[in-house]
């Protein structure tokens, strides 16, 4: 199973949540694109945050040196993203794969994140409430929808809204794969935890 983790905007948990996926299915990690933070990337907090023997983390096709959109950081750095470049590694494991930022996240002058999207990849998304959360979700899906991509489930990330989770799992008709609290913090041993609550519902996407 080819799982796509993307989410409603920047920083709304893609990266707990694709930390706890990992950890769920014991699968391999891929970033595609990373962009800043090359130290302390996500590749390095999956593999902080992941205790599995079978789990490895791919290298990214671009690591690019700024914090910014791809499109820019990519300019930045003096090169195009070019998408025949980004070649999903071969893995016999689970795969476990997570943009940047939102789907419509350009990576040069013509792609955006959605074009990383393969036919044989399960989508989840990554929803944070906040103000404006609702409509940005529901934009996501609409994005996705307009490119025939179905969305298998839906993560959602801090303080419990039941009349946002509501509303949204009415209107996109998504699969709830769980929450994620706002913990005071993410270790190997809360991670381990949710995966244990996640592992059956992502088991029967």
Not at 42 to 55: P, Q, Y
Not at 86 to 110: D, F, K, R, S, Y
Not at 161 to 188: H, M, V, W
Request: charge should be negative; proline fraction near 3%; aromatic fraction near 6%.
């Amino acid at each position: 199973m080819k799982l796509f983790i993307t989410g409603i905007g920047t920083d709304v948990g893609k990266t707990i949540a694709s930390s706890i996926i990992t950890q769920a299915l014991e699968a391999d990690y891929w970033k595609p694109i990373q962009a800043g933070d090359l130290d302390n990337s996500d590749s390095h907090k999956i593999k902080l945050n992941v205790e599995h023997h079978n789990t490895k983390i791919h290298p990214n096709a671009y690591a690019l040196k700024t914090p910014a959109s791809p499109h820019l950081a990519a300019s930045i750095d003096g090169i195009t993203i070019d998408l025949t470049k980004v070649i999903e590694p071969t893995t016999e494991n689970h795969l476990v794969i997570e943009g940047a930022g939102g789907v419509l996240v350009p990576l040069n002058n013509t792609d955006c994140v959605v074009d990383l999207i393969k036919v044989d990849y399960k989508v989840i998304v990554v929803s944070r409430h906040y103000l404006g959360s609702i409509n940005h979700t529901l934009l996501t899906f609409e994005a996705l929808k307009y490119r025939d991509i179905a969305v298998s489930g839906i993560v959602f990330s801090g303080d419990e809204n039941k009349a946002s989770e509501a509303i949204i799992l009415n209107k996109t008709g998504a699969k709830c794969i769980g929450r994620i609290e706002n913990e005071p913090y993410f270790d190997q041993n809360v991670i381990k935890y949710y995966a244990d609550l996640f592992r059956d519902n992502l088991l029967n996407l």
